[in-house]
């Protein structure tokens, strides 16, 4: 009855590992026929996950508000989706569609051109910071660091928090930061 045993489990330890080989060790067919094409899309990366389940990020609030629609596009227009969709936290000083309509005729258009990707992408960065701080935390600091390695002035006045000359509007939590709604967009000194 042993010898029995032992065979069935020694047939058994075979048909397993033979199981678990890998599919190297096939032979592999290759074909040439019906070969496709394959279009790689510029909506790749993590921006463009979606679920269910996550609290909105903070690409996904300028995303969902009508007031940002200029943003969103200065956004995609520098490629910049997935880096406001890290882990973070980010706070992201979001200027309204009246903001960017208050800059000078043509800025908007020109900055959106693929010749000046690269400005608009550091104009934006300086309307990023790490951290997820509240309005009323931010009123204890003189200057914050932003992304684009440059330092904005943080004043107060009254109840009133303005981030390099921009009013804090309202505030906005999200999963990976918060956004801080703001009338002006804010411009890098270089």
Avoid: R, W
Avoid at 2 to 26: E, M, P, R
Avoid at 80 to 103: C, H, K, Q, Y
Avoid at 154 to 171: Q, R
């Amino acid at each position: 009855m042993k010898t029995i045993t032992n065979l069935l489990l020694s047939f058994s330890l075979i048909v397993l590992v033979s199981a678990c080989k890998s599919d190297k060790d096939q032979p592999s067919e290759t074909s040439t026929e019906n070969t496709e094409t394959v279009e790689t899309s510029k909506e790749q990366g993590q921006a463009f996950i979606k679920d269910d389940e996550s609290q909105p990020t903070v690409l996904d609030i300028a995303i969902g508000s009508e007031d940002h629609t200029t943003l969103v596009a200065a956004v995609q227009a520098a490629d910049l989706e997935n880096a406001l969709v890290n882990a973070g936290p980010l706070m992201v000083f979001a200027p309204t569609n009246a903001a960017f309509d208050a800059l000078p005729e043509g800025t908007v258009e020109d900055l959106l051109k693929p010749e000046n990707k690269e400005k608009l992408a550091y104009i934006l960065k300086h309307h990023v910071t790490p951290g997820k701080y509240d309005k009323e935390f931010l009123k204890k600091f003189k200057k914050l660091g932003q992304a684009s390695n440059e330092n904005i002035a943080v004043t107060v006045e009254g109840d009133d928090v303005y981030v390099g000359g921009a009013k804090i509007l309202a505030s906005v939590p999200a999963g990976n930061g918060i956004v801080h709604v703001v009338d002006k967009v804010i411009l890098p000194e270089n």
